[in-house]
Antibody, heavy 128, light 109 residues
Framework: EVQLVESGGGLVKPGGSLRLSCAASGFTFSSYSMNWVRQAPGKGLEWVSSISSSSSYIHYADSVKGRFTISRDNAKNSLYLQMNSLRAEDTAVYYC?????????????????????WGKGTTVTVSS | SSELTQDPAVSVALGQTVRITCQGDSLRSYYASWYQQKPGQAPVLVIYGKNNRPSGIPDRFSGSSSGNTASLTITGAQAEDEADYYCNSRDSSGNHLGVFGGGTKVTVL
């Protein structure tokens, strides 16, 4: 079964740090780009960061740039998010999501990009 | 970065058809994907690309796109379709899937 399981969430004080993990199983982890997506209480989905299959390409949302670091260990089938200088507005459920790319569609002349596997999420609460 | 705009809420009578739209400049270059999220659950991919459904997604869900607008249509809405729906696409630079719409709450009456 294809599965992603997040862990590492918890309660942390403003300015503190936390490291999230995402354990992948049931697929060839090293072949996929991965993403972190978060959802603040009562709010919509917000993309946080992405990392390519070999870690060559990394991107961050402006809201976390310079504070969060995404990484992966393909030997351990694991994705990580190191979160430093945490703020109250970082309070959210954090999901890891697998990114897939479709074969080239000759009818549309396009590739399709999507997040097809999601974990159940881990909750981060930043509060004093 | 880019933005995707969705209507906050729509309602549909049981068995009727509802269309949810998503607008943004990035949609001129990239197809949207659509996610269903029920309370307390993780998002689930329902449509990607021109009109592709992952395995297990009912065929009452369909997608379309024109210009800067992507649409998700539920034909014959069921009570279990009541949920939040989010569109997503690559940002205009094409570097990542970093753009989500604000979400549309679908209520089935």
């Amino acid at each position: 079964e294809v599965q992603l399981v997040e862990s590492g969430g918890g309660l942390v004080k403003p300015g503190g740090s936390l490291r999230l993990s995402c354990a992948a199983s049931g697929f060839t982890f090293s072949s996929y780009s991965m993403n972190w997506v978060r959802q603040a209480p009562g709010k919509g989905l917000e993309w946080v960061s992405s990392i390519s299959s070999s870690s060559s390409y990394i991107h961050y949302a402006d809201s976390v740039k310079g504070r969060f670091t995404i990484s992966r260990d393909n030997a351990k089938n694991s994705l990580y998010l190191q979160m430093n200088s945490l703020r109250a507005e970082d309070t959210a459920v954090y999901y890891c999501a697998r990114e897939s790319t479709s074969p080239y569609d000759i009818l549309t002349g396009s590739y399709y990009y999507y997040m097809d596997v999601w974990g159940k999420g881990t909750t981060v609460t930043v509060s004093s | 970065s880019s933005e995707l705009t969705q209507d906050p809420a729509v309602s549909v009578a049981l068995g009727q058809t509802v269309r949810i739209t998503c607008q943004g400049d990035s949609l001129r270059s990239y197809y949207a994907s659509w996610y269903q999220q029920k309370p307390g659950q993780a998002p689930v991919l329902v449509i990607y690309g021109k009109n592709n459904r992952p395995s297990g997604i009912p065929d009452r869900f369909s997608g379309s796109s024109s210009g800067n607008t992507a649409s998700l249509t539920i034909t014959g809405a069921q009570a279990e379709d009541e949920a939040d729906y989010y569109c997503n696409s690559r940002d205009s630079s094409g570097n990542h899937l970093g753009v989500f719409g604000g979400g549309t709450k679908v209520t089935v009456l």
